[in-house]
Each structure stands twice: as C-alpha cells, then as structure tokens.
C-alpha cells in the first residue's frame, strides 16, 4: 500500500517539473565535465560551506548564532552570550555534515544510519541525551519558528509515535528499492523522501536538521557532487517562509485521497537549481573570492574599503609582514584587480575601475 502511494505521487508530474529536472540535470553534467579547481580552492570552499550551511541549519530551527560566531566556537574561543544548547547543537551539525561530506561514498543508506545520524548530530546536547538515535516515544508537531526563534503556530501534526517504526521502515524500504531500480528519477525519489521523512517527523527533535545531512547524502550519492561546495541550507534558509509554506501545502494533502507532492517539489527544485547555478558560476565566473587565499582575501577586502593604499598602510592595519604584502599585490596586479600608481617610495595601490 505505502509503495502504490508513493508511486501514485511521482505520476503525472507537470512539465514545469520536467523542466526544472532537466535544467538541474544540464548543469549537473557541465560540473562533472567542467570542474578543474585547484584542490587547495575546493578544500576551502569545502571548509566555507561547512561553517555556512551548520549556520544556516541550526537558524532554521531558532538558534542565533552567525556564521562568525561559528567560526569562533569552531576555534576554540569563548562563546559566553550564547546558550550551551545552540553551541551544542552547531557542533554536532559541523562534525556530522563534515564526515558525510568526507565519506559519503562508504556510507549506506538505511534506518541504522539514519539513527546514528541523529545520534551524531545531538551527540553534545546534554538535554537530548535520553532520546538520541531513538525514535520519538511522545506525540511530536512541526512548528514555525520566526528570526527571534518564537514559535509561530504548529505547520502541520505528524505521525503517531507508535506508528513511527513502520512507517519509517516502509519509506527506507522504498526509497532504497526505487532508486536501485531507477523506477523514477532519483530527484524525484530523495523529493518523496525528504517531504515524507518530515511528515513522519521520526524524531523527538532534531528532524530538520537530521533531513538535511540526509539531503546531502543522497544528492551527492546521485552524482551531484557539487553539494559540499554550494549550501544548500543557506539558500533554504534565504527562503524560509516558501520553505514552511510548500511543505505545509503538501503534507496537509497526504493520506487524502488527492495527495499532492507538487508544491514540495516545486519548491525543493528551485533551491537545487539555484544551487546548480551558483556551482557553475564558480567554473565559468571570475571568482577572485575563490582564488584568493584566506591571507590575501583579507588584504584584497581591505582595498576595496580604500581610494588609495601603500605598502606601508597595509603593514600598519593588517600586521602582515611586507615580503607577503608584496607578493599579494603582484598576484592582485596580475589578476587586473588593481592599479599601480607612481613609483618607488611613492607607490600606492587602488582598486581598478
């Protein structure tokens, strides 16, 4: 019965669907084909995208930590204004997306991994100790959270606790079988997942979260690679609101005798196809952010800020020695990023028009 109604949900899709699968598809053979970055650029796009998409996750479900505090907690440094629990939370996102990121060809696809993903990901949340990597025992409802991190009002209800096990075993069972069978598209089968996953909401916390790692796990087990170097949090959490509003339209349908997944897929396919785009755009665009080095993306920030610099001035401000500042503004002048104005002691330095 489940696999009729998921298969029942995938059949006669618009051709708007189709062609936003299409385009995705397009863009994804122009990455494979296409992708000859530096691997010193890929590990720290790597590195960005990790501390921006654990920020943008855990902010979609009400923490308030920025991406430089991240950045700061990740180092080690002290983190007094925020709660332990958002610190906790970050935590366990950065180090789980980080290990699928890292080794997600050796990692199955099944129950178990779903609940030692869950295990991980609330592994430094003390609150969440006696339920981590176990399915929800108590009844549990999908709420909207706002900036401040305020509930809005319950999005939809969800599966009963006592009927989690199977309802969970079913759509494993047939998201495993569906993709090894190539039955539909495998954007199409990780679309039913996700949306179904967070109906099912098999968790007492933490489902978002958990949905997402599982959304990176399975695109990029699909051959889209491009998912640890584009967020594709981020640019849910740019659009939150679309986000809550196509899953509500869709899950208040299931179960009905007219499920429609439609606007679910609509939405999840637009932040694919945002996020294939910006993928290219970083093999076919001049991304000095890209090229640069964390040392020399600083002093290129810096520039830009002034009408004119020095040698000298650089020192001064950023404590970088001048062999370096050298070194930084030959490779800026070879790019054409910047302009050399006079000479010797009198040279300054402006950003090109």
Request: no cysteine.
């Amino acid at each position: 019965m489940p696999k009729q109604r998921f298969n029942n949900r995938l059949s006669n899709l618009p051709s708007s669907i189709w062609s936003k699968i299409t385009k995705i598809d397009e863009l994804k053979g122009r990455w494979i084909g296409g992708v000859d970055l530096n691997p010193q650029i890929l590990g720290r796009l790597k590195k960005s995208v990790l501390v921006t998409s654990t920020g943008a996750s855990t902010r979609i479900e009400g923490a308030k930590l920025t991406d430089k505090d991240i950045e700061k907690l990740l180092k080690g440094l002290s983190m007094q204004k925020f709660s332990d629990r958002d610190k906790q939370e970050v935590k366990g996102y950065y180090e789980l997306l980080e290990n699928v990121f890292n080794s997600w060809e050796i990692i199955g696809f099944n129950e178990s991994t779903i609940k030692h993903f869950h295990k991980e990901l609330l592994k430094y949340v003390e609150k969440d100790k006696l339920h981590r990597g176990e399915y929800k025992k108590t009844e549990n409802k999908v709420l909207m959270i706002n900036e401040a991190g305020e509930s809005l009002g319950v999005l939809f209800n969800t599966t009963s606790a006592y009927l989690t096990p199977k309802e969970m075993l079913e759509l494993v069972d047939w998201t495993k079988e569906t993709l090894k069978r190539e039955l539909f598209h495998p954007l199409l089968v990780i679309g039913n997942f996700i949306v179904e996953f967070l109906q099912i909401h098999p968790f007492q916390d933490g489902n978002g979260r958990v949905s997402r790692i599982l959304t990176n796990l399975l695109l990029l087990k699909a051959d889209y690679l491009y998912m640890p170097y584009i967020s594709h949090e981020k640019i849910i959490e740019d659009n939150k609101p679309d986000y809550y509003l196509a899953l509500r339209k869709t899950q208040k349908t299931f179960k009905t005798k007219k499920e429609n997944i439609f606007p679910w897929l609509d939405f999840f396919f637009d932040v694919l196809l945002k996020q294939s785009n910006q993928a290219i755009s970083l093999l076919t665009e001049d991304n000095i952010e890209v090229i640069l080095s964390k040392k020399q993306l600083e002093l290129w920030e810096f520039i830009q800020k002034q009408d004119e610099v020095t040698p000298r001035m650089i020192e001064t401000k950023l404590k970088i020695p001048r062999p370096t500042i050298n070194q930084i503004l030959n490779k800026l002048l070879d790019l054409k990023k910047i302009n050399r104005i006079g000479m010797g002691r009198a040279t300054r330095y402006k950003v090109k028009k």
